[in-house]
C-alpha cells in the first residue's frame, strides 16, 4: 500500500494519471521503446508503452486497464439514474461477470464498509460522503491488481476513512495478494497509520532554454519509504521515527503555503 505525498501542484495526480495509463504523459525516443513493468502481462514480458498509446490499437489500451487497474478520484463519476448497488455492480460486469455473481460481489463490498443501508438507494439520492463511499466500493468490487486513489477519503469523516483504508489494507495483505494500491493523499495521520511505503515528490527548479524557471516534481531514492519495526527507513538506509517521519511530512505539505506568504 503506498502512499504519494507532496505539496499542491507538484504533480501527485499527474503521476496517479501516468501509472494508470490514463495521460500519454511519458515521453519516449522514437528511435527506442519504452517499456513498461508496473503490471504482469500474459507472456510475463513488459508492455512496450508506444504499442498501447499507438490509436490504432486503443483496444489494447482499455483492456490493460479493464484488466489489472481500479480507480477511484475525487470526482466520484456515478451514474445519478443508477441505485448505489447498480453504480458498484458496473465494475464487476464489465469485466464480464454475470448479474448474480455481480450482486454478490458487490453486497459483500457494500457490507465490509458498512454502507449497506443505502446500497438501494438512487445515487443522486446520496450525500457527498455517502457517494465517496459508494465510489470507493466500486473501485473495490473490481478484480483489481493495482487500485489507484487520487484523495479517495477526502470527503469523509475519519472514522470512515479509517474503515474504508483497513478493509483495502486487508484485502492487499491477505495470503497470496497480489493486489497494490497507489494513493494520494494530504492526510499525514491517514498516511502514516496505513501505508507499507510512501513516496515523497518534491520541487526542483531548472532553468530552460529561454533562461526561464521551470518548476516540476522529482522522486528519488532519499524521499522513498519503507515501513520497518517502529521507524521509517528510505533507499539510502536512512531511517526516521514516526515521530521525525511525521514532521518531515509535515513540512513537505506546508512549504508551498509557506512560500505563497512571502
Do not use: C
Request: glycine share 4%; charged share 20%; proline share 3%.
Amino acid at each position: 500500500l503506498t502512499f504519494v505525498v507532496g505539496e499542491s501542484g507538484i504533480g501527485k495526480s499527474t503521476l496517479l494519471e501516468t501509472l494508470g495509463m490514463m495521460n500519454n504523459t511519458i515521453q519516449v525516443n522514437k528511435e527506442k521503446s519504452a517499456y513498461f513493468h508496473f503490471f504482469p502481462t500474459q507472456d510475463n514480458n513488459p508492455a512496450n508503452l508506444i504499442r498501447y498509446w499507438d490509436k490504432r490499437n486503443s483496444s489494447l489500451l482499455n483492456e490493460l486497464r479493464n484488466s489489472y487497474f481500479s480507480f477511484v478520484f475525487q470526482n466520484n463519476n456515478l451514474m445519478d439514474s443508477f441505485t448505489a448497488i447498480e453504480n458498484v455492480m458496473l465494475s464487476s460486469l464489465i469485466q464480464g461477470a454475470n448479474k448474480p455473481a455481480a450482486v454478490e460481489r458487490a453486497s459483500s463490498v457494500f457490507e465490509k464498509l458498512n454502507i449497506s443501508e443505502f446500497e438501494q438507494s438512487p445515487t443522486k439520492f446520496l450525500s457527498g460522503g455517502q457517494k465517496q463511499r459508494v465510489a470507493f466500493a466500486r473501485a473495490f468490487a473490481k478484480d483489481f491488481v493495482v487500485l489507484f486513489g487520487d484523495e479517495p477519503t477526502g470527503n469523509l469523516d475519519p472514522g470512515n476513512a479509517v474503515n474504508l483504508f483497513q478493509q483495502l489494507q486487508q484485502e492487499i495483505h491477505q495470503q497470496n495478494s497480489q493486489k497494490g494500491a497507489v494513493i494520494v493523499s494530504h492526510d499525514i495521520d491517514m498516511t502514516l497509520k496505513f501505508a507499507d511505503e510512501i513516496v515523497v515528490i518534491t520541487p526542483e527548479i531548472i532553468a530552460t532554454s529561454n533562461n526561464e524557471s521551470l518548476r516540476k516534481g522529482i522522486i528519488n531514492k532519499q524521499n522513498v519509504y519503507t515501513r520497518g519495526a517502529n521507524k521509517w527507513i528510505n533507499y539510502e538506509k536512512v531511517s526516521y521515527s514516526n515521530e521525525k517521519m511525521k514532521e518531515l511530512l509535515l513540512q513537505t505539505m506546508t512549504k508551498n503555503k509557506v512560500d505563497e506568504t512571502k
